[in-house]
């Protein structure tokens, strides 16, 4: 059984940074595509962010584009996801997820996945 952890949570003020890891418990990378979802109070999860399995290639919400960065490290089995000029919008719990069947068309699609994390919790409030 694959595990997925995310850490690097926490509160942050407007306009602050928090860099996410997600840590896989063996060598994945190489076959799964990983995306990054959140979830505000009240609200549906939504993609944030997903990197495929084959060249690394990134993707990004529209709404976090420009500010946010996904990179991976296949020798630490860990993915990361850098979030700059945070808002308080940006607010939410954040998942990490795993899936051998995810697309460029699918990204999003959280039956796509097939293993996902507990979540950390990112507040950005001053």
């Known amino acids: 059984q694959l595990q997925l952890v995310e850490s690097g949570g926490g509160l942050v003020q407007p306009g602050g940074s928090l860099r996410l890891s997600c840590a896989a418990s063996r060598f994945i990378l190489d076959y799964y595509a990983i995306g990054w979802f959140r979830q505000a109070p009240g609200k549906e999860r939504e993609g944030v962010s997903y990197i495929t399995s084959s060249d690394g290639s990134t993707y990004y919400a529209d709404s976090v584009k420009g500010r946010f960065t996904i990179s991976r490290d296949n020798a630490k089995n860990t993915v990361y996801l850098q979030m700059n000029s945070l808002k308080p919008e940006d607010t939410a719990l954040y998942y990490c997820?795993?899936?051998?069947?995810?697309?460029?068309?699918?990204?999003?699609?959280?039956?796509?996945?097939?293993?996902w994390g507990q979540g950390t919790q990112v507040t950005v409030s001053s």
């Open positions: 997820a795993a899936g051998k069947r995810v697309t460029i068309a699918t990204m999003f699609r959280e039956s796509r996945y097939d293993y």
